[in-house]
């Protein structure tokens, strides 16, 4: 059976590995770069992006990562998840690691402390059956992304959002998905059986 991964050093961990299992596929955590070995993709949440990437260090676990990805594992990184997954981060820290498989420019914090999190109907490539749903707490945004990267997902042009109107919360390069919102906190599991298909479907991925 195809098993999926979630990182599960910090973080929505339980709440993932629900939604994978309600998709249909067999989920487990990683904690380690043996247990890493043995999945065929990997889910990373969200939670604290500086203290994820401190914790990938500590564990030995940002290297074989890397390699893991560099081969084509398929890869999904909600909130925390895609600032890691991205290949420059704006408001970092100075020492934060990056694993740079998707070649984006993402803004951390971008709508602001907790208290200004809100949620918001999305339009989203890909997902059939309407709007998603998305929950943002302490979200990043994507400012930039390169010729290879594909757009899933934009905050709606409307007053209530602000700023981060029309701003990019989903992506899609090759094997590896990205949003900035928290799908896995919602039941609606549309953007995870999303990334299922593009595990166990990998046609067009590369």
């Given at each position: 059976?195809?098993?999926?991964?979630?990182?599960?050093l910090?973080?929505?961990?339980?709440?993932?590995?629900?939604?994978?299992r309600?998709?249909?596929?067999?989920?487990?955590?990683?904690r380690r770069?043996?247990?890493?070995?043995?999945?065929?993709?990997?889910?990373?949440?969200?939670g604290?992006?500086?203290?994820?990437?401190?914790?990938?260090?500590?564990?030995?676990?940002?290297?074989?990562?890397?390699?893991?990805?560099?081969?084509?594992?398929?890869?999904?990184?909600s909130?925390?998840g895609?600032i890691?997954?991205?290949?420059?981060?704006?408001?970092g820290?100075?020492?934060?690691?990056?694993?740079a498989?998707?070649d984006?420019?993402v803004?951390?914090?971008?709508?602001?402390?907790?208290?200004a999190?809100?949620?918001a109907?999305?339009?989203?490539?890909?997902v059939?059956?309407g709007?998603?749903?998305a929950?943002?707490?302490?979200?990043?945004?994507?400012?930039?992304?390169g010729?290879?990267?594909?757009?899933?997902?934009?905050?709606?042009?409307?007053?209530?959002?602000?700023?981060?109107?029309?701003?990019?919360?989903?992506?899609?390069?090759?094997s590896?998905?990205?949003?900035?919102?928290h799908?896995?906190?919602?039941?609606?599991r549309?953007?995870?059986?999303?990334?299922?298909?593009?595990?166990?479907?990998?046609?067009g991925?590369?």
């Open positions: 059976m195809t098993v999926v991964g979630v990182l599960g910090q973080g929505d961990v339980r709440e993932h590995l629900r939604a994978v309600e998709c249909g596929l067999d989920s487990v955590l990683v770069a043996e247990e890493l070995a043995e999945v065929d993709a990997l889910v990373l949440p969200g604290e992006s500086t203290t994820m990437s401190r914790l990938l260090v500590a564990f030995d676990l940002i290297e074989p990562l890397r390699v893991r990805l560099a081969e084509g594992m398929p890869a999904y990184g909130c925390a895609m890691l997954l991205s290949r420059e981060i704006l408001d820290r100075p020492d934060q690691r990056q694993l498989v998707l984006a420019v803004r951390r914090n971008a709508f602001g402390r907790q208290v999190s809100f949620e109907d999305l339009d989203f490539v890909g059939p059956a709007p998603v749903r929950v943002f707490i302490r979200a990043p945004w994507v400012e930039q992304v010729s290879g990267v594909e757009v899933l997902a934009r905050v709606p042009e409307v007053a209530a959002a602000g700023v981060a109107a029309g701003r990019i919360v989903a992506i899609r390069q090759g590896v998905l990205a949003t900035a919102f799908p896995e906190l919602t039941g609606d549309r953007v995870h059986q999303l990334f299922c298909e593009m595990v166990t479907n990998p046609v991925c590369k």
